[in-house]
């Protein structure tokens, strides 16, 4: 079993920056991929960002391509996303979820999720 609890979520005006993290714990925590995903009311969920267990590889939607950075510290259990150059569009709440692989669209584990909201 893995846990993933996010937080670091909030308002912020567009053009501005947040950072969120999710904290994984549980057994063989550095072996999985960690994915981001979002939702905004009504829309379907979507995928925002992978990185691998190691940290070397990643992937991005191109919606966030170039303003969202995700990292991880396998040291502390812990995986950000780093927020940039905010729309009001990237409204949603933010999940983070555990994976065998970056390139899966099938997660393991999901976290509740954190509210991101930005205002024009």
């Known amino acids: 079993q893995v846990q993933l609890v996010e937080s670091g979520g909030g308002l912020v005006q567009a053009g501005g920056s947040l950072r969120l993290s999710c904290a994984v714990s549980g057994r063989t925590v550095s072996s999985y991929a960690v994915g981001w995903f979002r939702q905004a009311p009504g829309k379907e969920r979507e995928f925002v960002g992978a990185i691998s267990w190691s940290g070397f590889s990643t992937r991005y939607a191109d919606s966030v391509k170039g303003r969202f950075t995700i990292s991880r510290d396998n040291a502390k259990n812990l995986v950000y996303l780093q927020l940039n150059s905010l729309k009001p569009e990237d409204t949603a709440v933010y999940y983070c979820?555990?994976?065998?692989?970056?390139?899966?669209?099938?997660?393991?584990?999901w976290g509740q999720g954190t509210q991101v909201t930005v205002s024009s």
């Open positions: 979820a555990a994976a065998g692989t970056i390139w899966t669209s099938e997660y393991d584990y």
